[in-house]
């Protein structure tokens, strides 16, 4: 739940007990007894216990209780919410978006937001801690920033308040196409989003990509679907590709020994597992469908890799890895 007002100013007198040199290590009663003294209302126990929590998880707040001083501490020399970079009302406006974003728990769109938010904290933290600015000691990926962003918001609150839209669709080659549609779940791929939905006039579900979407405004009645579950909509796809009335298909890999470490660490499908371990090779296998991001994954392992199942996927590797061998003979002749 997002932070309330009095739940922020107890935090403030929770934490000028804990940077207090003069009374070192305050004790639960002593610390509540200040709260009180100070907002002019009562609080229990647990309420005490719960501040402490939300500390912790808002603040990074590294909060112990010393059993031989018998009172509470920062195990951190110099730490305080007042340094902390955001605001309370930046830390509220996070804490509601947290919020809002649990309606997604478990989808994709949630861990992004969640990452972000504690990239954002910990680079900050380390930084304090070594005395150096976060990009000497914390580099993260930063990726190609594509057009579209503007409208996750919108279907964000779309998906939650179930709004359906009027979107003006334009798929790359193609003319544009109008949708009236009911969005279901947003999705990040390689450094693009996408929304799920519902198309009133198929009464399929499709995929948009929203660098593609030209124009957009609520429009029309919102169609649910309960057939529709966001967790399993892409349980056997790598990607975004989901392949309607099809069925996932054994897939076996074998890859090098030298190369098999990455696939453990980084496994290409959640349905990864290891068939069969040979001298010179592991052999993986994988219950999906066979899409093309599953063929640029495959082929992205170069030698290192040989698809042993199903021979129709076999072919077509053997294929395309012919076709690139025959470009690059073509290219010496020139």
Known sequence: MPVNKNALLRFRIIDACLTNRQRAYPTMEQIIEKVETQLGQSISDSLFTKDLKEMKHIYGAPILYSRFHKGYYYDQEGFSIKEFPLTHEEIEALDFSTALLHQLKGTRIFEQFENAINKVIEGYRISKIIGKSENQILQVEEPVKTSGSHLLEPLLKGVVEKTAFLIIYQAFGKEKKEHLF???????????????????????????????????????????????????????????????????????????????????????????????????????????????ELKMTILSLGSDVEVLEPLSLRAEIIDCARNVSLKYEQGEKK
């Open 182 to 292: 009911s969005p279901y779940l947003l999705k990040e791929y390689r450094n693009r989003w996408y929304v799920i939905g519902h198309a009133h006039k198929s009464g399929n579900i499709i995929t948009l990509a929203l660098d593609r979407i030209d124009t957009i405004k609520a429009e029309g009645k919102y169609i649910s679907s309960e057939n529709f579950i966001p967790s399993d909509f892409f349980k056997y796809s790598i990607g975004i590709t989901q392949l309607h009335e099809a069925q996932p298909q054994k897939v076996v890999l074998s890859v090098l020994t030298s190369r098999a470490p990455y696939l453990i660490s980084q496994p290409i499908h959640h349905s990864q597992s290891i068939l069969k371990k040979t001298a010179d090779a592991i052999h993986f296998s994988f219950k999906i469908y066979i899409t093309t």
